[in-house]
């Protein structure tokens, strides 16, 4: 039993949009308390935001790797979301100051995204080929050299 391809639309949609949801958080909300210093009691995030949104970033990102590698078998997108997800977690409870955890945060959150972006276009390609019947072996088939770069994407 997989889940129908809109599904997987739409784990990848929800973590692209959680990790663009992350880097606003990072990046705009402290710009905008330090140029705005009356909005700095209104803004305030819960001691708890983190740690939830770390807690909703990788399941979703799981279902989505998962999902998607089972469809186009490709580990590329691993490559960027695992240690997207390591950097979230080591802001999360490794960060000394608030600097640093919002570097790691919004490293982090680019890996994410650009993981789940991937996951999301390999998917795509997969669908496609299969409506038009392309073998993926037939796809990569070529000449073979000894200088080839290997492909990841």
């Known amino acids: 039993m997989?889940?129908?391809?809109?599904?997987?639309?739409?784990?990848?949609?929800?973590?692209?949009?959680?990790s663009f949801l992350c880097l606003v958080h990072c990046l705009v909300l402290p710009i905008l308390i330090v140029l705005?210093?009356?909005?700095?009691?209104?803004?305030t995030v819960p001691a708890g935001f983190h740690l939830a949104a770390f807690a909703f970033a990788v399941p979703a990102s799981a279902v989505a790797l998962w999902v998607g590698f089972r469809r186009h078998r490709r580990s590329a997108p691993a490559v960027f979301i695992l240690p997207g997800l390591l950097l979230l977690a080591l802001a999360l409870v490794a960060a000394p100051t608030a600097l640093v955890?919002?570097?790691?945060?919004?490293?982090?959150?680019?890996?994410?995204?650009?993981?789940?972006a991937l996951n999301w276009r390999l998917e795509q390609r997969s669908a496609a080929?299969?409506?038009?019947?392309?073998?993926?072996?037939?796809?990569?088939?070529?000449?073979?050299?000894?200088?080839?770069?290997p492909r990841l994407f």
């Open 129 to 149: 080929m299969a409506r038009t019947g392309t073998d993926r072996a037939v796809r990569t088939a070529g000449p073979v050299s000894a200088r080839a770069a």
């Open 36 to 43: 705005l210093p009356a909005l700095a009691a209104f803004l």
């Open 2 to 18: 997989g889940v129908p391809r809109q599904g997987q639309h739409l784990f990848d949609s929800l973590a692209i949009g959680a």
């Open 101 to 116: 955890e919002t570097i790691l945060t919004v490293a982090g959150a680019l890996l994410l995204s650009v993981g789940h």
